[in-house]
């Protein structure tokens, strides 16, 4: 049997680790691993090779994916989806192995209803959005990432007397805020899912401030596109020096955790052990692997854990 990988949307770090697992545990189960290389674009431009031990020596340390990604718009049209199935039949391709998150696996759902090409999913992107799975390749780095920024910038919010907003991706979710917030010790957290009140937040800063606080760590989600409003209202509502910053493409990068590292191997043991079951998504869910449906995760929907809202409720004013 011969597999490909490819990763899709947005890179996380960890998918070099299942790249690495991906070729070594395909040659120890007797099945030929094959690259796509520049995700669904590449799938598209016949971007594919046989993989060998070589290209995957030295490479699970790194961050990002060897073989590329991209986002296709293209893919919408079926011709190009038709040019893509074929460019896998030219080499052989008996069933592909995706990383990434939840429009990648649309992707590739349309893909299967049409050329019955099967897949095995592999959630992996840093925003953790995928309904009914808890972890999601690339979240853990992305955590100690914002926690060792935040960590920093306390220090000269602490030296200054300053209030800092720190702004977090994660596009309309706001799992990586609401983790950051309450694994760091922030004074402020605001996220899309939660409407949040600052008129309570003032009168519970005026106090703090006069017990002895003398700066504040307000971390924000993306989506909300509020980071300049918070800055000017710390400024004008507490008469707090206040700065922005805008984490940004960081989150994305560095070496992957000893988490992320482990889990890849396991999604990629469970994905080749698995190739013959298709159009399945591999889950993670209350400490297990679980392997789902597609239709079930795209027809359910995605919601924050109700005991880390709790935590978190004083940081929003509610």
Same mark, same amino acid.
């Given at each position: @049997?011969?597999?490909?990988?490819?990763?899709?949307?947005?890179?996380?770090?960890?998918?070099?680790?299942?790249?690495?697992?991906? !070729?070594? *545990?395909?040659? +120890?189960?007797? *099945?030929?691993?094959?690259? !796509?290389?520049?995700? +669904?674009?590449?799938?598209?431009?016949? %971007?594919?090779?046989?993989?060998?031990? &070589?290209?995957?020596?030295?490479?699970?340390? %790194?961050?990002?994916?060897?073989?590329?990604?991209?986002?296709?718009?293209?893919?919408?049209?079926?011709?190009?989806?038709?040019?893509?199935?074929?460019?896998? =039949? =030219?080499?052989?391709?008996?069933?592909?192995?995706?990383?990434?998150?939840?429009?990648?696996?649309?992707?590739?759902?349309?893909?299967?209803?049409?050329? =019955? @090409?099967?897949? @095995?999913?592999?959630?992996?992107?840093?925003?953790?959005?995928?309904? +009914?799975?808890? *972890?999601?390749?690339?979240?853990?780095?992305?955590?100690?990432?914002? /926690?060792?920024?935040?960590?920093?910038?306390?220090?000269?919010?602490?030296?200054?007397?300053?209030?800092?907003?720190?702004?977090? @991706?994660?596009?309309?979710?706001?799992?990586? $805020?609401?983790?950051?917030?309450?694994?760091?010790?922030?004074?402020?957290?605001?996220?899309?899912?939660?409407?949040?009140?600052?008129?309570?937040?003032?009168?519970?800063?005026?106090?703090?401030?006069?017990?002895?606080?003398?700066?504040?760590?307000?971390?924000?989600?993306?989506? +909300?596109?509020?980071?300049?409003?918070?800055?000017?209202?710390?400024?004008?509502?507490?008469?707090?020096?206040?700065?922005?910053?805008?984490?940004?493409?960081?989150?994305?990068?560095?070496?992957? $955790?000893?988490?992320?590292?482990?889990?890849?191997?396991?999604?990629?043991?469970?994905?080749?052990?698995?190739?013959?079951?298709?159009?399945?998504?591999?889950?993670?869910?209350?400490? %297990?692997?679980?392997? /789902?449906?597609? %239709?079930?995760?795209?027809?359910? &929907?995605?919601?924050?854990?109700?005991?880390?809202?709790?935590?978190?409720?004083?940081?929003?004013?509610?």
């Amino acid at each position: @049997m011969n597999i490909a990988i490819l990763t899709s949307g947005g890179d996380s770090s960890g998918m070099n680790a299942a790249i690495k697992k991906f !070729v070594e *545990y395909s040659y +120890l189960q007797n *099945y030929t691993p094959y690259f !796509v290389y520049d995700g +669904l674009e590449g799938l598209i431009d016949g %971007k594919i090779k046989k993989a060998s031990y &070589k290209d995957v020596a030295g490479i699970i340390y %790194k961050g990002g994916t060897i073989i590329r990604s991209s986002r296709s718009k293209r893919w919408y049209e079926k011709s190009y989806r038709k040019k893509a199935f074929d460019n896998l =039949k =030219k080499h052989n391709i008996d069933a592909l192995i995706i990383l990434g998150g939840d429009g990648s696996f649309r992707a590739l759902d349309v893909f299967y209803d049409e050329f =019955k @090409m099967p897949f @095995m999913g592999i959630p992996a992107t840093i925003d953790n959005d995928i309904p +009914l799975n808890e *972890y999601t390749i690339g979240v853990d780095t992305a955590l100690n990432v914002i /926690r060792h920024a935040i960590d920093n910038i306390r220090d000269t919010a602490s030296s200054f007397s300053r209030a800092f907003v720190i702004e977090t @991706m994660g596009r309309e979710c706001g799992y990586l $805020t609401l983790t950051s917030a309450i694994a760091n010790g922030a004074e402020m957290c605001l996220i899309p899912e939660i409407e949040y009140n600052l008129d309570n937040l003032k009168k519970r800063f005026i106090n703090e401030i006069k017990n002895g606080r003398s700066y504040f760590i307000a971390v924000m989600a993306e989506g +909300l596109k509020i980071s300049q409003y918070i800055k000017e209202w710390f400024e004008k509502e507490l008469n707090i020096e206040s700065r922005i910053t805008i984490l940004g493409h960081i989150q994305r990068g560095g070496s992957p $955790t000893v988490i992320e590292r482990l889990r890849a191997a396991e999604f990629i043991k469970i994905a080749i052990d698995n190739i013959n079951t298709p159009n399945k998504i591999i889950t993670f869910y209350k400490d %297990k692997f679980i392997l /789902r449906d597609l %239709k079930e995760i795209l027809n359910s &929907k995605y919601e924050l854990d109700k005991a880390m809202i709790e935590l978190a409720k004083p940081l929003m004013g509610i």
